[in-house]
Each structure stands twice: as structure tokens, then as C-alpha cells.
């Protein structure tokens, strides 16, 4: 069972950064982030693979998040940027085990959760 960890959310400023991390309890396939905003479905926000590095974004927030690992930490960064109110939410990191295709837009594909980390964004 990997275990995740979530850190770094909190109160900011909109147009402010914050950077979350996920640190794993050891190394699985790939690595995503996803956040649920009050009353809303749990969305896709960025995800990448252990050995390549690939990363993919959602559009609401490319050119503004960064996914990011430290191999040695077995640790996955979101970097945000220019923050938005929209981008309150608990975000989630998941990891996914290997084998098969990577698809980092689909929940289902991704087989352990963190517990989620809120990140508030004041106007």
C-alpha cells in the first residue's frame, strides 16, 4: 500500500503562489494532482510519470501550474502561480501503479490518494 502524503496548502492572496508536495512512500508509475472545489466533481490539474518526466495540465491551468519530482525524495511538487479564486479546492495527489497506459486525466485511472491539502484563494 503506497502511502501518500499532501503538504503546503493554506490561505493566499489571488495572484499569489503557493507550491504543494506529495511525498510518496515509494516509487509507483505516475503521479497526479487533482482538486475539488465546494460543491463541485474532483478535477484533473496536472500529472506526470516517474520515469520520463511527461507532464500533462489542464487547460484552466497551464502556464500558470508546475508539476515537478525529486527522484530522490520520491516527492511531487505543484508550483501555482497567479492564483486564481476559482483554484480554492482541497487538491489531492494520486499515484498509479504501473502497467498499462497512462491516461492522467482519468480519477479511475490512479489506484491511491492522498487525503488532500486545502489551498484558499481570497480575492
Known amino acids: 500500500q503506497v502511502q501518500l502524503i499532501e503538504s503546503g496548502g493554506g490561505l493566499v492572496q489571488a495572484g499569489g503562489s503557493l507550491r504543494l508536495s506529495c511525498a510518496a512512500s515509494?516509487?509507483?508509475?505516475?503521479m497526479g494532482w487533482f482538486r475539488q472545489a465546494p460543491g463541485k466533481e474532483r478535477e484533473f490539474v496536472a500529472g506526470?510519470?516517474?520515469?520520463?518526466?511527461?507532464?500533462w495540465y489542464a487547460d484552466s491551468v497551464k502556464g500558470r501550474f508546475t508539476i515537478s519530482r525529486d527522484n530522490a525524495k520520491n516527492t511531487v511538487y505543484l508550483q501555482m502561480n497567479s492564483l486564481k479564486s476559482e483554484a480554492t479546492a482541497v487538491y489531492f495527489c494520486?499515484?498509479?501503479?504501473?502497467?498499462?497506459?497512462?491516461?492522467?486525466?482519468?480519477?479511475?485511472?490512479?489506484?491511491?490518494w492522498g487525503q488532500g491539502t486545502q489551498v484558499t484563494v481570497s480575492s
Open positions: 515509494e516509487r509507483t508509475f505516475a
Open positions: 506526470l510519470t516517474w520515469s520520463g518526466g511527461s507532464t
Open positions: 494520486a499515484a498509479e501503479r504501473p502497467g498499462g497506459t497512462y491516461y492522467p486525466f482519468r480519477e479511475k485511472e490512479y489506484d491511491y
